[in-house]
């Protein structure tokens, strides 16, 4: 089966397996989250972002073998709705964005800063911060040495646009810098976009629209 990106709330998960990552998403509601479920091919070892919602669905996906850490990326309810109950199943290490993670109503262990690398097994991803959605909210990037980019985007960049600003010029202008530099800047256009709702995309898609994006301001 190839992989889409394209889930719904109550449906099947969707995995996108590459050489030495598996990457399950899943839908949840009520806000139809993406939840993704990372794992090391080598090692077996587990890692969630965004235990969302539903930790019954979230639990049933991560199954026997347990996760090793969950990653918030960013401190907005809808984010973070199952972590206590999946911490409390798993014992997972958390993790998020140091200027997020006040809060976050879940001990973090981990507070991450722009450049910090998250393990999952031998897989190294790279935090990067971009503020404007929240103050601390970080995105996940995997450059795999078998192929393109991977980038786990939170609510900061999705399909058509960057994250909500709500109005604020000053977070509108803060977000789009940051995903213009630190993600459209200096990965390429095959690198795949998994944002924290909705349908995945690539950079290559979405770059000739940031002029647009920096015009109408959202």
């Given at each position: 089966?190839?992989?889409?990106?394209?889930?719904?709330?109550?449906?099947?998960?969707?995995?996108?397996?590459?050489?030495?990552?598996?990457?399950?998403?899943?839908?949840?509601?009520?806000?139809?989250?993406?939840?993704?479920?990372?794992?090391?091919?080598?090692?077996?070892?587990?890692?969630?972002?965004?235990?969302?919602?539903?930790?019954?669905?979230?639990?049933?996906?991560?199954?026997?073998?347990?996760?090793?850490?969950?990653?918030?990326?960013?401190?907005?309810?809808?984010?973070?709705?199952?972590?206590?109950?999946?911490?409390?199943?798993?014992?997972?290490?958390?993790?998020?964005?140091?200027?997020?993670?006040?809060?976050?109503?879940?001990?973090?262990?981990?507070?991450?800063?722009?450049?910090?690398?998250?393990?999952?097994?031998?897989?190294?991803?790279?935090a990067r911060h971009l503020v404007?959605?929240?103050?601390?909210?970080?995105?996940?990037?995997?450059?795999?040495?078998?192929?393109?980019?991977?980038?786990?985007?939170?609510?900061?960049?999705?399909?058509?646009?960057?994250?909500?600003?709500?109005?604020?010029?000053?977070?509108?202008?803060?977000?789009?810098?940051?995903?213009?530099?630190?993600?459209?800047?200096?990965?390429?256009?095959?690198?795949?976009?998994?944002?924290?709702?909705?349908?995945?995309?690539?950079?290559?898609?979405?770059?000739?629209?940031?002029?647009?994006?920096?015009?109408?301001?959202?």
């Open positions: 089966m190839t992989y889409s990106g394209r889930v719904t709330v109550g449906g099947p998960a969707d995995v996108h397996e590459l050489k030495d990552l598996m990457i399950t998403k899943v839908a949840v509601g009520p806000m139809e989250n993406n939840a993704y479920l990372l794992r090391c091919r080598a090692t077996d070892e587990q890692l969630l972002i965004d235990a969302a919602a539903e930790a019954e669905t979230l639990l049933g996906m991560i199954g026997d073998d347990g996760i090793a850490s969950v990653v918030t990326t960013h401190r907005h309810p809808d984010h973070w709705q199952a972590l206590p109950e999946v911490v409390a199943a798993t014992g997972a290490r958390t993790y998020a964005g140091r200027y997020d993670a006040e809060g976050i109503p879940v001990p973090t262990d981990v507070l991450v800063d722009d450049g910090d690398v998250i393990r999952v097994g031998q897989v190294e991803l790279t404007g959605h929240t103050p601390g909210s970080i995105a996940l990037v995997y450059d795999d040495p078998h192929g393109h980019p991977h980038v786990f985007t939170g609510d900061c960049l999705f399909p058509g646009g960057v994250g909500n600003t709500h109005k604020d010029p000053k977070a509108f202008a803060s977000l789009l810098h940051d995903v213009e530099t630190k993600i459209f800047d200096v990965l390429p256009d095959e690198t795949w976009v998994y944002p924290g709702h909705g349908d995945d995309t690539t950079l290559g898609a979405e770059r000739p629209h940031l002029p647009e994006w920096r015009a109408r301001g959202w």
